[in-house]
C-alpha cells in the first residue's frame, strides 16, 4: 500500500489569463507527479493547493483546544481542530511527500506556513518531553520521504551561492519536514524567474530533467519500500 501526498502552494495557477507567466514549482511538481503514478503504481493520490484554498491561520482557541485533553474537548474545540485532523490524517498516511513552493520575500508563501502550523501540533505529529534536555521536542512519525520543488526569481540560494544569507525557504522546510516524519528529502530548484534570460531558461530545463529523473528513481525506491 503506497500513499502520495501531493502538496502545491503558489497562488499562481499553471496556466492563466491574469499573470504574465504561470506557475513554474505546480508545473515541475504537476510533470513529477505525471511520471511518477505512471512508474510507482500507487495506491491512493492526496491532492492539496493550499495556495488557492489556504488552510486557516491558527488562533488562541485553537491553542487552547490543541492544549486540552482529547477527553475533556468541548464541541466546539473538537470543530476548532476538525481541519488539522484531516491535515494531519493525510500526511499519517502518506508514504511520499511532494511540496512546491513558491519563494515569497526569501521563504515559503503563508499558506502553506499556514498548512505547517495546522500539521506540527503536539501529541499528534511531535511530543515533548523535558527529560530530553535541550532538544525536549521528538517527532511521533517516521520513515517518510520528501520531495521540495521550489521556484525563484533569484538565484544563488545554496551554500556558497551569492543568496545564501537570504535562503529561507529550503532551510525552513527541511527543518519543519522532520515533524512530518520525513526521514529522506530531493529537491528541484527553478532559479533566475526574474531575469527571464537564458539562465532561467538553463535552469528550468535542468529541473525538468531531474523531475524526470526523480521520478523513475524514487518509484522503483517506492515500489521496493511497499512490496
Ligand atoms: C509576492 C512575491 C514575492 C516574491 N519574493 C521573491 C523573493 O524573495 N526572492 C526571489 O528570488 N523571488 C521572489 N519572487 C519571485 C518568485 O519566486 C518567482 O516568480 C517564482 O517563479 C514563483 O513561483 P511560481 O512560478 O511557482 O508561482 C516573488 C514573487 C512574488 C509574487
Redesign the pocket.
Known sequence: MSVVLHVDS???AISNAHTE???????LAKQFILRFKDEAGIDEYIYRDVGVNAPRFITQDWIGAVFTPESERTSQQQQLLRESDQLIAEVEKADFIVI?S?????GMPAQLKAWFDQIIRINKTFDFDLARGDKPLAPILSGKTLLIIT?????GFEKGGV?EE?SHLVPHLRTLSKYLGVTEIYEIA??Y??FADHRHKKSLQMAESQAKELAFILAEKLRRKTC
Open positions: 503558489s497562488v499562481r507567466h504561470g506557475s513554474i514549482s505546480k508545473r512546491s513558491p519563494m515569497y520575500n526569501y521556484s525563484s526569481g533569484e538565484f543568496n537570504s527553478s532559479e524567474q526574474e
